[in-house]
């Protein structure tokens, strides 16, 4: 598998995309990442750098402090243990927070966000994603409101700022549209309530599940939410006027969360992958459907409103349930076998079919996973080989289900078992590992197996 043979490996069918991933295996490159001016430093991207930031990546135009603890001493292995079992701070700030406000907010958010925005209360938060006209996915974030007039948009990595306004040039929406000066942390692990509870009181009893909270740190007023990229319980401090505000808020939250056995780590993509979450730019984009990537859950069946992309989502929705599947791949997980992966993946892996040998896919996220004692992936695969191997539908039903599918992935040597030959990898429930406050998928997969389990006792 020689790159002068595949120049991008054209094997793989991305007839679906205009333009194609670059599944060209070029391999981990030494090269220092340049810290300049040009790419925006977030209020608490120094702290970050205090605190032993050993790796960075660039998100949504602002440095993002990706890992802490030198590998010698545990590196990224390390930091996961501590969120699973401990608790840790991660520096979140690079989810930008685009405010929309004004007397048509509700309605404008309904028209670009595909689920019910109606139904979101003030003081409650929701996971959502936009679409564009064609169905595909341009971001995935937060959505929380504040108030009957007031939504932000806690965005993953991608310009929405923009795409909200100019959805509104010559619209009737009667709404503002700006970025404002607040930047999120994460508190994640098991021990995060007791963090929080030493910071803002034992109110945080009574913030929900993705529900929103008026507080203060170090007399800062801050908002809390019971939310994070993780899958362990979690809270998520938004720093008002942050610019201003950064040390006051970071530095107690960093003491309290020592005192209580943890230290700041990067975003856990270990651990997120177990958790089945995706990530923007890595597992879907703008020319994936949510009906390829376990988001068909976020299409209503039931939403009379016009929303961008409804006709099209709805047209895909109805092809599904009837039996067809109108995309070349479908995103997967897979068990798979090899050395264990212990750091991020400097390409897209490439997916063959064990059976002809044929490149067929290719691998979007990987890692190691200590509980399942493997390693675990997130992965694009033929729609038409899984529709081949069972009656299950190819929507959000087929992650729970039992698919007797295997693929060879070509994994880099010092990954493979044997250097240059593929790792054998078989077709895995999603998610690997529950979230401590599940989705609401998840928690409607949950009540549908405790009521199979009632009706057969």
């Known amino acids: 598998m020689t790159s ?24 981990d490159a030494d090269v220092d990442l340049l810290i300049s001016t040009r790419v925006r430093q977030s209020p608490f991207w120094h702290l970050s750098i205090e605190a032993g930031c050993r790796q960075a990546t660039v998100y949504n135009h602002m440095y993002h402090p990706r890992s802490y603890i030198d590998p010698d001493e545990g590196g990224l292995d390390a930091e996961y243990d501590l969120l699973v079992n401990e608790v840790t701070l991660m520096d979140v700030a690079v989810e930008r927070q685009t405010r929309v406000k004004g007397p048509d907010a509700e309605a404008f958010v309904n028209y670009v966000i595909t689920r019910d925005a109606t139904e979101i209360e003030p003081m409650r938060g929701k996971y959502a994603i936009c679409c564009d006209q064609d169905g595909g996915i341009l971001n995935d974030f937060v959505l929380l409101r504040l108030a009957d007039d007031e939504f932000w948009f806690s965005i993953a990595d991608g310009d929405l700022k923009q795409w909200l306004q100019g959805v509104t040039v010559n619209s009737e929406f009667e709404v503002d549209i700006d970025e404002i000066d607040v930047s999120p942390m994460q508190v994640q692990g098991p021990k995060s309530p007791a963090v929080m509870e030493s910071l803002i009181g034992d109110v945080v009893e009574d913030i929900p599940y993705y529900g929103l909270m008026e507080a203060t740190v170090n007399d800062i007023p801050v908002l809390v ?58 597992d879907m984009d703008q020319e994936t459907s949510p ?3 376990n988001l068909g859950y976020q299409v209503p069946d039931d939403k009379d409103a016009d929303y961008i992309g409804k006709t099209e989502l709805e047209r895909q929705q109805e092809a599904i349930e009837n039996g067809e599947f109108p995309f070349t791949h479908k995103l997967v997980g897979l068990k ?64 729970d289900a039992d698919v007797d599918v295997e693929f060879e992935v070509h994994l880099p040597d010092e990954y493979a078992e044997e250097a240059g030959e593929p790792v054998y990898a078989t077709v895995a429930k999603v998610p690997f590992k529950e979230s401590v406050n599940p989705s609401a998928r998840e928690q409607a997969k949950i009540h549908a197996r405790d009521d199979m389990d009632d009706s057969g006792s």
């Open 336 to 399: 798979m076998a090899g050395e264990p992966i212990r750091d991020y993946a400097s390409d897209f892996w490439i997916v063959s079919d064990p059976e002809t040998g044929e490149e067929c896919g290719y691998l979007t996220s990987a890692w190691w996973n200590p509980e399942l004692d493997t390693n675990i992936g997130l992965g694009f695969v033929p729609a038409a080989k899984l529709q081949a191997a069972t009656d299950v539908p190819l929507d959000d039903s087929i992650y």
């Open 291 to 293: 009906f390829q990537v």
């Open 4 to 27: 002068n043979h595949h120049p991008n490996h054209p094997d793989v069918d991305q007839s679906d995309r205009t333009i194609p991933r670059n599944l060209r295996q070029t391999g």
């Open 225 to 282: 939410s019971q939310t994070g990229f993780s899958g362990e319980a979690g809270f998520e401090i938004y720093v008002r006027e942050a610019t201003t505000n950064a040390e006051a808020v970071w530095n107690p939250v960093l003491e309290a969360v020592e005192a209580h056995g943890g230290t700041t780590t990067g975003i856990s993509h270990q651990r997120r992958i177990a958790a089945g979450i995706m990530s923007l730019g890595q």
